[in-house]
C-alpha cells in the first residue's frame, strides 16, 4: 500500500525540496530556476554549509539526522524529495563512491519521518557500461566498468528494495550528461581559451552522448515531480545524441583531434522514448547548438 502525505504538514508552497544544491547540477538549476520560474519545480534547495544559503533554502549538514528535514516539510510542506546530493572524489574508488549508497539510503529515511511519499533520485547513464552498438533502454542489463557505475546501480537496487518494503514511489533518474556540469563544457570554459584534446575516431568523428541543457532538465524535474505515476528507473537526456565536437564549436572552444581507435566508447547513447511519453509538453530534441545557448543563458544568469 502506497503511503500519503502525513496529515499535520502544511500545504505545499513549494513542490520539491532539493539535495544537493551545491553540486555543479544544483548550481546550475539555481541560476535556471530564478531566470524561468514558470517552468521550475518550486525547490527549497539544501545545503550542508550555512554560507552557501540563500532564499529558498535550508540547512542541513548530516543526513544521518532527520530532524532538519522534518521541520522544514513542516514548515512548507513539500511533497517531493529531490536527491541530487552524492559523493565526490575519485570514480575508481570503491571506498569513495559507497557514499552514493549511504546518502540516499538516509535521505529515503529522513524523507520519511518528515511525511514525503515520493523522491526523485539522480543515478547515471554510467549503470549501463560501454557502447553495445545501439541506444540503452531502461530494460536493459547493467553492466558498469567502473566504481562510480557500480555504486549507481547498487543504489538504484537499494531504491528498489526500500520502495517495495515502504509502499512508496521512488524513481532512479538515469541522467545522461548536462551541459555546463559535464566534463567536456563543465571544464573547457576553465581553460583560457586553450585548445582541448578530443578524442577522434577512425571515421573521423568524434564521441557522441546524450545531452540535456540545464533549463530542459529544470522543465523536465517540474513534469516528473507532478505526474501521478511514475517507473522506477527512467533515462534522463535529449532524444538527439549530440557529437562533442559540435558542441565545442557551438561553445567556441577550440580543439585538437587526438587520435582514438577504442569504438566501444565513441557512441553511447540513451533510448529516451519513456521520458517522452511522461512529458509529451517538453522539447527533448535539442542541437548541439540549442544545448549550448541553454548553457549560455545560465551562465550569463549567475
Known amino acids: 500500500m502506497r503511503r500519503t502525505l502525513s496529515t499535520g504538514a502544511a500545504m505545499p508552497d513549494h513542490r520539491a525540496?532539493?539535495?544537493?544544491?551545491?553540486?555543479?547540477?544544483?548550481?546550475?538549476?539555481?541560476?535556471?530556476?530564478?531566470?524561468?520560474?514558470?517552468?521550475?519545480?518550486?525547490?527549497?534547495?539544501?545545503?550542508r554549509a550555512a554560507d552557501w544559503c540563500t532564499e529558498n533554502s535550508f540547512l542541513w549538514p548530516d543526513f544521518r539526522d532527520p530532524a532538519p528535514l522534518v521541520a522544514v516539510r513542516s514548515q512548507h510542506g513539500f511533497d517531493c524529495i529531490l536527491i541530487f546530493s552524492g559523493a565526490s572524489g575519485d570514480k575508481d574508488d570503491p571506498d569513495s563512491m559507497r557514499a552514493h549508497v549511504t546518502t540516499v539510503d538516509h535521505a529515503i529515511t529522513a524523507g520519511l519521518r518528515a511525511g514525503v511519499s515520493r523522491f526523485l533520485v539522480a543515478s547515471s547513464s554510467a549503470v549501463y557500461g560501454p557502447d553495445r552498438g545501439k541506444p540503452f533502454r531502461?530494460?536493459?542489463?547493467?553492466?558498469?566498468?567502473?566504481?562510480?557505475?557500480?555504486?549507481?546501480?547498487?543504489?538504484?537496487?537499494?531504491?528498489?528494495?526500500?520502495a517495495a518494503m515502504e509502499g512508496i514511489e521512488i524513481c532512479a533518474l538515469r541522467i545522461g550528461n548536462v551541459a555546463g556540469a559535464d566534463m567536456l563544457l563543465g571544464n573547457a570554459r576553465s581553460r583560457a581559451g586553450a585548445s582541448l584534446p578530443l578524442d577522434i575516431f577512425p571515421d573521423g568523428h568524434s564521441p557522441e552522448r546524450s545531452y540535456i541543457g540545464p533549463v530542459t532538465l529544470l522543465r523536465v524535474l517540474r513534469a516528473l515531480s507532478t505526474l501521478q505515476s511514475l517507473p522506477p528507473v527512467l533515462n534522463l537526456a535529449g532524444a538527439r545524441?549530440?557529437?562533442?565536437s559540435d558542441l565545442l564549436d557551438a561553445a567556441g572552444v577550440p580543439w585538437t583531434a587526438r587520435p582514438r581507435t577504442d569504438a566501444g566508447h565513441q557512441k553511447i547513447s540513451l533510448a529516451t522514448s519513456r521520458l517522452a511519453r511522461l512529458c509529451p509538453e517538453i522539447e527533448l530534441k535539442a542541437s548541439a547548438q540549442e544545448i549550448v545557448a541553454e548553457w549560455n543563458a545560465v551562465r550569463a544568469g549567475t
Not at 241 to 244: E, F, I
Open 241 to 244: 545524441p549530440v557529437a562533442m
Open 17 to 47: 525540496a532539493y539535495l544537493g544544491a551545491s553540486g555543479r547540477i544544483g548550481g546550475l538549476l539555481r541560476v535556471a530556476e530564478r531566470l524561468f520560474p514558470e517552468d521550475a519545480p518550486g525547490c527549497l534547495w539544501q545545503y
Open 138 to 162: 531502461e530494460e536493459d542489463l547493467l553492466a558498469p566498468i567502473n566504481a562510480y557505475g557500480h555504486a549507481k546501480a547498487e543504489m538504484e537496487e537499494l531504491c528498489t528494495r526500500r
